[in-house]
């Protein structure tokens, strides 16, 4: 079987239930903590700790075996067939690493610049930490549709009371009603597959119900239903990825939340990631069969963001642009549905953490020194903050691809994916990428470069050890990526062309003995 049911972890410990609950267990401590600069370092050890886990955890992983690993499984609810069940492969075991990193630096940029609340912000940040990993680990539906609402809680607190715009609330309730929306077709989709194993198996209801996504996985679908799961799980992800048209909430978000906050939402594409997790994985026909309906939101998505973008005139909203153009990005390269389109878009995910990101993170340093990220306050920035125009530009040069840097791997997988495919695609796809070069060089050289727009920028410090720390490690990331991208493709490769291979037959494929036979090249959704 492809997904393992009896895989156990070599170091004999239930990691991944530790890796949700040390940060929410830490979050509860903050309240009791008085000095507010233990609670950043209180904050800041917690995170640590999580990444240290995160990393052991990556370690314990067998990127040759394309099954679930280091599974844990309770039952939860037992009348329900519902169970506290957990696992990771070679495709979402990057993604925990990744977002405790992420934390980690969100933590140390919010260090000077959270003066209300802090013991309620870092606990809040530490809570969402928790539920985010527990949607990359959760394998039973209610499980994960538990932790996908709850990142609703801590988000929508943190933009409202935190935000940086006068229109911070309706910013916070925008996004909470956005997200509601999507959750309605992801629950649709999660009772429809319960049910629909119960009336297969001919079991009663509810003993027959199962939620198990690898018990559903092998559980063959009518055409009829299969069209059903995957619209509602497609749209219901499109909403948080975000996908256009589903976009708007992103830069109201990003315009007016908290930059810490802004980083997590364009670095941790949770939505994108349910796509290629669940979407395609549980309905391989009817994926095929909407090829185009990827391909287009797709494809459109990559040249409206960058359009969009090339219009703006504050920074915050540029890369909020940006980002819905590269999730578009991702999208055409899941619709290629072969070895390279896969390998592309798991990399591209994991650029948005280390990129997208840290170029949020440096929009945050810019904000605190200036009060404005408005082109009109900015120009000839690098004279009195070389190190930040260095590290903004060595990550900007990441997101449009600029060979030796991670985000020319991901591209070049992700155009070689679907060149296979639909040659007409790929050029869209390749405008896309050369609007993003556009965008980002001529924003870039109105902000940074030329005379100083005014005299007080030129008494505004350059990057603090603490700022030039984060920064510093997300440029080395980005250059290991790029310079070293086997490593990362190492870890996915045994788990994605078993994701392809199951796409292709629309059944299980046993083991990584199976995958050996078997060429991606040859297929080629309907067109």
Known sequence: MLLNHESLSPIGIPILSLLILLPLVWALVLPFLREHR????????????????????????????????????????????VHYLLGIDGISALFPPLTALLFCA??????????????????LLLALESVTMGVFCALDLVLFFLFWELTLVPIYFLISLWGIGPERRFAAIKYTLFMLAGGIPLLFAILLLGLHHAAATGASIPGGLSFDYLTLLEQPLSSSVQTAVFLLLFFGFAVKAPL?????????????????????????????????RFALPLAPTAAREYFWLMAVLGGFGALYGALVALRQSNLR???????????????????????????????????????????????????????????????????????????????????????????????????LGIMQVSPGLALVALGGVI??????????????????ASPELAFALDLRPRELLVAGVLGLLVLIGGLFPQWVQGVTAGASNAWVARLVTGQEVEGSAAMAGYNAHEFKPPQ
């Open 244 to 276: 256009f048209p589903f976009h708007t909430w992103l830069p109201t978000v990003l315009r007016e939340g908290p930059v810490g906050l802004s980083a997590l939402l364009v670095g941790l594409k949770l939505g994108a990631f349910g796509i290629l």
């Open 317 to 415: 909203k540029m890369l909020a642009f940006s980002s819905v153009s590269h999730v578009g990005l991702v999208i055409v390269g899941i619709a290629a549905m072969n070895s390279q389109g896969i390998q592309g878009a798991i990399f591209q995910l994991l650029n948005f953490g280390v990129v997208a990101g840290g170029l949020m993170l440096l929009v945050g340093f810019l904000h605190h020194r200036l009060g404005s990220t408005d082109l009109a306050s900015l120009g000839g920035l690098v004279g009195p903050l070389p190190l930040l125009a260095a590290f903004f530009l060595l990550l900007g040069m990441a997101s449009i691809g600029l060979p030796g840097t991670n985000g020319f791997v991901a591209e070049l997988l992700i155009l």
């Open 435 to 452: 609007l993003s070069a556009a965008y980002f060089l001529g924003f870039f050289q109105r902000a940074f470069l030329g005379p100083v």
């Open 106 to 123: 969100v933590i140390l940029a919010s260090w000077t610049s959270i003066q209300t609340l802090p013991r309620l912000y870092f606990a």
């Open 38 to 81: 233990t609670v950043r370092v209180w904050a800041l050890v917690g995170a640590g700790l999580e990444l240290a886990l995160s990393l052991l955890m990556l370690a314990a992983l067998r990127p040759e075996d394309a099954g679930m690993q280091l599974m844990e499984r309770v039952a939860w609810i037992p009348s329900l067939n």
